[in-house]
């Protein structure tokens, strides 16, 4: 074997751990969101108690994410091995809004996680308008 083939297969190789990396995740993340379901059916549903909003919305937020990271998955084999720059923002922007959600206690981290957002929008603009002034 010459150099150039052995070039050429090592990101072969490294292509095909990464896609059976991501499908593994991906499956895994079809459990987790599943099992999210399977709350929201318990607690909703079949209990007789009531959820703390702030403990359901939690759940839901976690299922979002869940959905995302596949979706996003879904999104990198459709694209040829390419993961869009505003799946990880949408992913980003969920995230921050679950952290204040759940951690709230603190007005000044709080005001921080909102910065992020706000940052993370603001990123989310500028790559649209930079991808719709390239069309």
């Keep these: 074997m010459n150099n150039k083939d052995f070039s050429k297969l090592i ?3 490294l292509q095909l751990a990464l896609n059976i990396a991501l499908t593994l995740l991906a499956i895994t993340l079809c459990i987790l969101m599943g099992k999210e379901l399977i709350y929201f059916i318990n607690h909703s549903i079949l209990a007789s108690k009531s959820l703390d909003n702030y403990e359901l919305l939690e759940h839901i937020l976690i299922f979002f994410l869940y959905f995302e990271f596949v ?3 879904i999104k990198y084999f459709k694209e040829n091995y390419h993961f869009p720059l505003r799946y990880f923002l949408y992913i980003g922007i969920t995230a921050m809004i679950r ?4 951690s709230h206690e603190n007005g000044l981290q709080t005001l921080l996680y909102s910065c992020a957002i706000l940052v993370l929008i603001i990123s989310y603009f500028i ?4 991808k719709g002034n390239k069309e």
């Design 11 to 13: 990101p072969t190789i």
């Design 71 to 73: 979706a996003m998955i």
């Design 99 to 102: 952290l204040i959600i759940v």
């Design 127 to 130: 790559i649209s308008r930079a």
